[in-house]
Structure formats: C-alpha cells, structure tokens
C-alpha cells in the first residue's frame, strides 16, 4: 500500500512569504503529526491531528498552524517565514484508534524541504 | 517536561564487535520508548519498541526504569547496520507526541 506522500519535496521561499506544505497519510490512518527536523535541534514536535482536531501542540510560535481535512490529509502552513525556518519538515501518520491513548508507531514521510533565503 | 538524552553524537565499531547505543530518557510516569532508525537516502522507520519486547534485525533494547534508559544493543555489528539511531519517547495518556533524541550516527567499518 501506498506510504506517507509529502508535496512539495522541495521548496525554495524569501523571508516573509508564507508556505503550504502538504501530507497524505497512509490510507486508514487517522492520525497525522508533523515534526520539524534541524542539524541544530533535531526532530522536534510541531502538533498532532486526529479526526481534524488538534490534540497536541509543540512549542512553536503561532505562526506554525495546520489542519486536517476529513479524508485525514493534512496541511502545516508557516506564515511570515524566517531563515531559521529552513528545515526539513516530516508528516507521519499512525493508526490510532478513537480513544485510544497509548503511544504511536509512526510512519514517516519522505519529507519537504523547506529553503528560506 | 520529557526528555531523550542521546549522549553521543558519533560513534564508530568494527563488523562484527559489539554495539551499544545509549539513550536516557526522562519522564515523570510511564513512558514508552521506541528506536527510530534512518539509512542513507530513505525514510525514518520504527526499529522497535519497548512494549514489543522484540529483536529486530539482531537489535534489542531493554526499558531500564532505575536507571531511566533504553539503550539500543547488537553483539555483532554489520556494515549494513550504518544508519542515524533516534532513541524516542512517547508518554502514556492524552500526549499524542514523540519526543526525540538528538540521534546516534554509527558507522560499522569492514
């Protein structure tokens, strides 16, 4: 079955412009987080969907924000783009049931690289 | 506030010798931890999880909760194995995130 399909893999953007970066989970997977990952800080946690609600929240500032639509795809949109913006940002979707409130097994995207100049 | 403390950045083992890659985790509950691991050029995959109590690809990793670590274990190496280990921890409850390790380079020589 198909994976994690991320679009576009790679982007180029000015400082100020504003980016929509797209995510189709693995089809039956409800759930779908979005991570940001840097040479300097890592992969670190930018919120998480479920049933197009946002269950969680990294510390990231506002104007990081997504949505999920009711097919379960997904959108992370970043407004006012800053250089410590570029990074490589990873959607990865799990099965997580309703109610269910134990850990994920994510499945990861390939990614979308983000270059802010 | 949860925390994954991979302590080393790099590390480098011949084929065949044992490997350790270390992972201390902190946490005020229950977690669960998970290695993650990346080769070159694919996508970040689930190795194993602690609940599984599994060994994948010859690899194990035991949940240590005295000495809060989740240290990743193989007797011998494979140059196959060279890849970025991420150690990764997910808390138990309404938290929906993992929260990950800076990650392990190793490199398997031949």
């Known amino acids: 079955k198909a994976g994690v399909t991320q679009t576009p893999r790679y982007l180029i953007k000015t400082r100020g412009q504003q980016v929509t970066l797209s995510c189709s989970p693995i089809s039956g997977h409800r759930s779908v987080s979005w991570y940001q990952q840097t040479p300097g800080q890592g992969l670190q946690f930018l919120f998480e969907?479920?049933?197009?609600?946002?269950?969680n929240k990294g510390n990231f500032p506002g104007r990081f924000s997504g949505r999920q639509f009711s097919n379960s795809r997904s959108e992370m949109n970043v407004s006012t783009l800053e250089l410590g913006d570029s990074a490589l940002y990873l959607c990865?979707?799990?099965?997580?049931?309703?109610?269910?409130?134990?850990?994920?097994?994510?499945?990861f995207g390939a990614g979308s690289r983000l270059t802010v100049l | 506030a949860q925390r994954v403390t991979q302590p080393e950045k790099l590390l480098s083992v011949f084929k065949g010798a044992p490997v350790e890659l270390k992972c201390n985790y902190s946490?005020?509950?229950?977690?669960?931890l998970f290695w993650y691991v990346q080769y070159s050029r694919q996508r970040l995959q689930l190795l194993l999880r602690h609940i599984s109590r599994e060994s994948i690809k010859g690899f194990t990793a035991d949940l240590n909760k005295g000495e809060t670590s989740f240290h990743l274990k193989k007797p011998f190496a494979q140059e196959e194995d060279s890849a970025m280990y991420y150690c990764a921890l997910s808390g138990r409850g309404s938290n929906y995130k993992l929260t990950f390790g800076k990650g392990t380079l190793l490199t398997v020589n031949p």
């Open positions: 969907y479920f049933s197009e609600t946002q269950r």
């Open positions: 946490y005020s509950g229950s977690p669960e």
């Open positions: 990865a979707s799990s099965l997580l049931l309703a109610g269910n409130s134990g850990a994920n097994v994510l499945t």
